[in-house]
């Protein structure tokens, strides 16, 4: 398992999601461009976390290979719902 501490910034518009999601969302992640693997997203400020909302979160994933400061994005399916930073790992198992 890893457990990340992200920047978080979920996309607005039309396109995009139209409601907000809460602790235990677990979109497909492209942490290797190509490849989705999923994870849960705890949200640390907030109940719900809206379209248009940027924010730091926890991710945690069964297994993906992160680093600090690394870019990626996020989805339901083949769109990008939205993307985020790893600003600290906190476990690696």
């Given at each position: 398992?890893?457990?990340?501490?992200?920047?978080?910034?979920?996309?607005?518009?039309?396109?995009?999601?139209?409601?907000?999601?809460?602790?235990?969302?677990?979109?497909?992640?492209?942490?290797?461009?190509?490849?989705?693997?999923?994870?849960?997203?705890?949200?640390?400020?907030?109940?719900?976390?809206?379209?248009?909302?940027?924010?730091?979160?926890?991710?945690?994933?069964?297994e993906?290979?992160?680093?600090?400061?690394?870019?990626?994005?996020?989805?339901?399916?083949?769109?990008?719902?939205?993307?985020?930073t790893?600003?600290?790992?906190?476990?690696?198992?």
């Open positions: 398992m890893v457990r990340i501490l992200a920047s978080l910034y979920l996309y607005a518009g039309e396109s995009s999601r139209q409601t907000p999601f809460e602790t235990g969302y677990r979109p497909l992640f492209d942490v290797v461009e190509g490849v989705k693997t999923s994870g849960m997203i705890t949200l640390l400020d907030r109940e719900q976390f809206f379209p248009g909302d940027e924010g730091m979160v926890e991710i945690k994933f069964i993906a290979d992160c680093s600090k400061g690394m870019k990626f994005q996020f989805s339901e399916g083949r769109e990008p719902l939205g993307e985020a790893v600003i600290r790992i906190l476990q690696r198992a």
